[in-house]
């Protein structure tokens, strides 16, 4: 079956290093993939879209890689900040390609 | 608005009761989706439209959830004899396009709902 895994273990860092987090995913073929910020009480905000044809993107301090062979998608927040604490959510078209399916996210502390 | 929004913000209901939840898109957009999500959890997906098209709804969890959207705008989501495993937020999310061609969500900031 379709599955989409993030790490359910919350990332603890220290303020001023680099975030990494990650997606991984089975039996899709997405034709791209994107990441939201979810702070608690809000809807989720869209940060990135990777295309399957691009193996990075970049947006600021945000960084994102998608592997279609090894059917991940990595997040990188360099230089991170207290206020980058949230939780980062990962989504991709549905086999079929008609909605968009999300992780669970993953919770991130970024201590001062 | 220029954002995506949701009513009620907050409802609290006997269990038993029907609630409806609505929701307004942003003008223009053509794919809006309705999610659920528990407390701590991630977003469940409950239904899609698209334009004109049939809408997908292989995520309601029951035949007591239904959902319509009318003139290709506001969806109303309606959960009839509800129950209190039916507690959740309830977030509606509008794109430009849908499908592989791959848009961007916009949330509403979401209905949460109490069943007692």
């Known amino acids: 079956s379709q599955k989409i895994e993030q790490n359910s273990e919350a990332l603890n860092i220290q303020e001023g290093k680099t975030a990494t987090l990650t997606c991984n995913y089975t039996n899709y073929s997405p034709a791209y993939l994107q990441w939201y910020r979810q702070d608690p009480g809000r809807g989720p905000v869209f940060l990135l879209l990777?295309?399957?044809?691009?193996k990075e993107k970049r947006k600021e301090r945000l960084k994102v890689t998608f592997d279609t062979t090894l059917k991940q998608s990595l997040f990188h927040i360099t230089a991170s900040q207290p206020a980058d604490s949230a939780t980062y959510l990962c989504?991709?078209?549905?086999?079929?390609?008609?909605?968009?399916?999300f992780g669970a996210g993953t919770r991130l502390f970024v201590k001062a | 608005g220029a954002g995506v929004s949701q009513s009620p913000s907050n409802k609290v209901t006997e269990k038993g009761k029907d609630v409806e939840l609505r929701c307004d898109p942003i003008?223009?957009?053509?794919?809006l989706y309705w999610y659920r999500q528990s407390l701590g959890q991630g977003l469940e997906f409950l239904i899609y439209f698209q334009g004109n098209s049939a809408p997908d709804k292989s995520g309601l969890p029951s035949d007591r959830f239904s959902a319509e959207r009318t003139g290709g705008s506001v969806s109303t989501l309606t959960i009839q004899r509800t129950q209190q495993e039916d507690s959740a937020v309830y977030l509606c999310a509008s794109s430009l396009v849908g499908g592989r061609a791959g848009g961007e969500l916009f949330f509403g900031e979401g209905s949460r709902l109490t069943v007692l």
């Open positions: 989504a991709l078209d549905s086999t079929g390609g008609f909605k968009t399916i």
């Open positions: 003008s223009g957009h053509t794919a």
């Open positions: 990777i295309r399957e044809n691009e």
